[in-house]
């Protein structure tokens, strides 16, 4: 059973870190593509970054150059460190694995709230 659950959200004021956490099981997690969505209401969801098996990463326009995605194969553990944040970036932010042939697999979210 894939499970994906994430801690690490809260509030953060304005300029403020936060890092996010993604402990995944149930799958073979260094070959999976690994991925954290935001939603906001009213909002789809976007990718705010992701994670390829082989280290390549990709990052929302918006939030390159302040958000870091890492993961860690031995602990199964796939991260989002936030740095500068924005009241914009104020959201649910989602773990997501993705692999070949299989369904695209959601945790439960965490709420991240910028404000002062």
């Known amino acids: 059973q894939v499970q994906l659950v994430e801690t690490g959200g809260g509030l953060a004021q304005p300029r403020g870190s936060l890092r996010l956490s993604c402990a995944a099981s149930g799958f073979t997690f260094s070959s999976a593509t690994m991925a954290w969505y935001r939603q906001t209401p009213g909002k789809e969801r976007e990718l705010a970054a992701a994670?390829?098996?082989?280290?390549?990463?990709t990052y929302l326009d918006s939030v390159k150059g302040r958000f870091t995605i890492s993961r860690d194969n031995a602990k199964n553990t796939v991260y989002l460190q936030m740095n500068s944040l924005k009241p914009e970036d104020t959201a649910v932010y989602y773990c997501?694995?993705?692999?070949?042939?299989?369904?695209?697999?959601w945790g439960q979210g965490t709420q991240v709230t910028v404000s002062s």
């Open positions: 997501v694995a993705r692999m070949p042939g299989n369904p695209t697999y």
């Open positions: 994670i390829g098996s082989g280290g390549i990463t």
